[in-house]
């Protein structure tokens, strides 16, 4: 009776069992030798089945078995090196970090970090609400320089406590040449490990990677 190699039926099994990823179990090795003794004793007297085949097989299942094991090291090397990422940004909770994301406006000023164009000769800072709708455009000088948004407006009142998108535009001779977001400051309030990446969380569904961030200080009165 002509046998047909185990070595790839056990390879299966080993890669494709619930909890993949997971080291092979003895039942997986154990299954592995029935099915060897099964085809030893089953095989042609005639026409027995090369020594080598079976050195083969065997290798193929040393071969799964390291492959899985190997894999349960990396996963376990990431966890430990995205813990290790964690404790590194602990220290900056309760910080003030600066990036480009929305702002927290709880009647405390803001600092905008504007970067225009180099050519510019007009420079605004356009604010919008939650829902997307502009509530204020403010001319800064063209410069880098931080600037600090109170949320005043023209009639003496303040915009209400809440998230606002800020972008700066600059202009050259009355055309829009660059209209990104605004790098601001806000206060760190937790750290997350979050697909795969770092993220501080700063409330209100506001978040942004630690790779984004451009600049750490001290907060205001700390």
Do not use: C, H
Request: charged content about 15%; proline content about 8%.
């Amino acid at each position: 009776m002509q046998t047909s190699p185990i070595g790839t039926a056990v390879a299966s099994s080993a890669m494709a069992s619930p909890g993949a990823g997971r080291a092979p179990t003895s039942s997986d090795f154990e299954m592995f030798l029935k099915m060897l003794t099964a085809q030893m004793t089953n095989q042609d007297p005639l026409e027995p089945i090369d020594s080598a085949d079976y050195a083969v097989q065997l290798a193929t299942f040393s071969s799964v078995e390291q492959q899985v094991l190997t894999n349960d090291l990396l996963r376990m090397l990431s966890s430990q090196m995205s813990t290790g990422g964690m404790a590194q940004y602990a220290g900056w909770v309760g910080q003030e970090v600066r990036a480009a994301m929305p702002g927290i406006f709880d009647g405390t000023p803001i600092t905008i970090s504007p970067n225009p164009a180099a050519l510019a000769d007009r420079v605004d800072l356009v604010v919008r609400d939650a829902a997307g709708e502009v509530v204020q455009t403010v001319p800064l000088p063209v410069s880098a320089d931080p600037f600090d948004w109170t949320g005043d407006l023209p009639d003496g009142t303040v915009l209400p406590p809440g998230t606002y998108d800020f972008t700066v535009e600059s202009r050259a001779q009355g055309e829009l040449v660059l209209s990104e977001p605004a790098e601001i400051y806000q206060e760190v309030r937790e750290v997350q490990f979050l697909d795969g990446d770092i993220a501080l969380i700063f409330g209100e569904g506001v978040a942004a990677l630690a790779s984004t961030i451009s600049a750490i200080r001290q907060p205001r009165g700390g």
